[in-house]
């Protein structure tokens, strides 16, 4: 069974900077992305990489935000800085590939501000 371990969220305060990271069980995966959801809010995607290195970000996190991979470590980052209270929400791995998906557990992120 597929899956996805991340890690890295914690509090910071406002202006500071944190590293997720999600590992993978399978490189399979074309797709890999950052989704964030904050209480009473949807989930919102924040960043996603292709296999490529084709990137995409949410306008919000742009400029602060980097998402990377490592492809021989089944490895997505993402490295947060200039974090705003706004930023403080769960954060989910996901990774797609073909037409399934898969996510992970979450990891906290809090921003005092």
């Known amino acids: 069974q597929v899956q996805l371990v991340e890690s890295g969220g914690g509090l910071v305060q406002a202006g500071g900077s944190l590293r997720l990271s999600c590992a993978a069980s399978?490189?399979?995966?074309?797709?890999m992305g950052w989704y964030r959801q904050a209480p009473g809010k949807q989930r919102e995607l924040v960043a996603a990489?292709?296999?490529?290195?084709?990137?995409n970000y949410a306008d919000s996190v742009k400029g602060r935000f980097t998402i990377s991979r490592n492809n021989a470590k089944n490895t997505v980052y993402l490295q947060m800085n200039s974090l705003k209270p706004e930023d403080t929400a769960v954060y989910y791995c996901?990774?797609?590939?073909?037409?399934?998906?898969?996510w992970g557990q979450g990891t906290q992120v809090t921003v005092s501000s």
């Open positions: 996901a990774a797609a590939g073909g037409a399934t998906w898969y």
């Open positions: 399978e490189n399979i995966f074309n797709f």
């Open positions: 990489i292709t296999s490529d290195g084709s990137t």
